[in-house]
């Protein structure tokens, strides 16, 4: 086989004495999408045709199958790696995509995260303890309203203050005022405490219109934002990364919900393609992840991987002040602990409720 | 009420005496995203807080709740409206979203398809006969290969011939060239045929590097693009769509799958995006869509909507020339049928059997 190979593992629901055969109905499926003893050209089955390396029966009656794609067919593309990884299975309930890696030379093309942990470090000044984040709610909130929160985060010390992720271009908070008022206040505040938090902006739309965005952004001063790269399209995500190598992108889960595992999507693509730091729905809130596979995505966002900078994981979903302590020993220091709503609840006391989550975060870990 | 809403069914995978709560619970998760008695605003809890209007327990034990999500939480932008639709909720796997109507105004914003089923009969000349479409494969073959097929296809008089979804920029067929050597075919197939088979190239990456695919397109006269809203973003798609109401798109289901049903997602959101036809795995073939699901796909796609105009079915998905007759009379005149990999199989018949599967869509029913 003369060029790299992606590896991917595909989970399979069919009997076992199907997989095999299913496992090379997929390899077919992800590659020359037409019956192999079709294609004259022995090149095409060696070396494009996606082969099946191994097929391994589960305890629980699944198969994985590993199979290996060609580069060739991905030609260094976000969007064409997803569609050659799962573009029709997306389309068969009997297949999950468990996990993939990439060959150096993909890797080094996609770039991963520009900033990373340290970077992320670096911009707000924290070291060795998790950052703080929050989100700015509700939608339908104006523009000052949402300023007004920027402040009373800013003062209690919160390290990245993001919009919702539902933010856009809402006609009671348009996004050049939103983004405007929201970046004063912390500015003002920032300059007063000496401390260095950001604020978040939420990029919406196409990329024309997201450049547009963050060129309204870095006017501003402002060097994070918020993107959910299944909304806007990987492509689009990766483009903008790479443009944009001294902005942290914080890379928001939406849409990504399917048959990709969330270690493959929010621990390896997403942090492939260039996110600093994934919001992830944590065990224990809202979402049903079970607490291993939030393990398996943060593994996969900070292991050693082709070199890349790891991506800081960000525990989310319906967090609060008193699982900080759990949220620590769980994620460690290399995390950033974003809790929304159950600060927004403390009402006139939200200042108050700000600050015990930024001081919960930084009491050392023998206090916790 | 004072703004116009959109509705939105979802099917609750949970215990009939949990769904009423588990309903609020998503109408909550798809707006305002913090507990409802922490907004002070009434506004908020009147207008934007999404609405739960029915909540209908099912035979099967599922639920079907009907929301009403606010449009000023939308904003006219595609992508947002995906993320307001099943951002979040995509992460919860007992929620699917079901069924959606938009209001007139939203209608009319995104503007549907600009060339519909009447704009693709005008563009290939073809009247009150299914149309023909097939697509160029495998991936690894060079330019003068799939060229080689273009002719073999517009001489068979195949109406539409498609790149296969897979192609983007491959180093063995680049776009630029690939589209120069399959259109230049096509169109000298065209002036001695009389007739107006089209070549519809893959559309790759962001939305600048589209603009520049299509702009390289128009220069030769292409009128037709495979796009894939799914990988590249609705956002990318619908505006793509909007620059260049004289071409038609073609919407390739890749990365569809998930917790969105088939016709919503197939039907409804890709026809409201702009697709003037889509793709579906059609039963029977490759893929295990139902009959009924194929069917509720193909009415969305065709029934009167807010006054857009409807977009064509294309049942595609492991098609053969058998199963013409069947297909034509399932889905009528106003569809496409595509057949890809089954023509490829017959070698050096494939000018043969691509001239069966146009003699056998040709054939007036009685005979078929």
Known sequence: MSSPRIDVTYRLHVAAGQAAHRARLLAVEQ???????????????????????RVEPQADGTTLARLQLACETVCEDAGQLMNMLFGNCSLQPDVELVDIDVPDSLASAFGGPALGIDGLRRLTGVTARPLTCTALKPLGSTAQQLAGLCRTFAEAGI?????????ANQSGSPFTERIAACQGQVQQVNEKSGRRSLYAPSLYGTQLQMQRQIGEARSLGIQALLIAPMVCGVATFNALRREHPDLAFIAHPALGGGRIAPPALLGRLFRLFGADAVIFPNHGGRFTYSTAT?????????????????????PAGGMSVERVPELKREYGADSMLLIGGSLLVAGERLGERSRAFVEAVAADEEAA
């Open 31 to 53: 590659s020359i999408e037409m019956p192999p003893e079709a294609v004259g050209e022995a090149r095409l089955l060696d070396e494009v045709l996606a082969r099946v390396e």
């Open 159 to 167: 390290d990245i203050i993001k919009d919702d992720h539902g933010w």
């Open 294 to 314: 939030c393990h398996d995505i943060v593994r996969c966002q900070r292991a050693t991987w082709h070199g890349l900078r790891p991506t800081m994981p960000v």
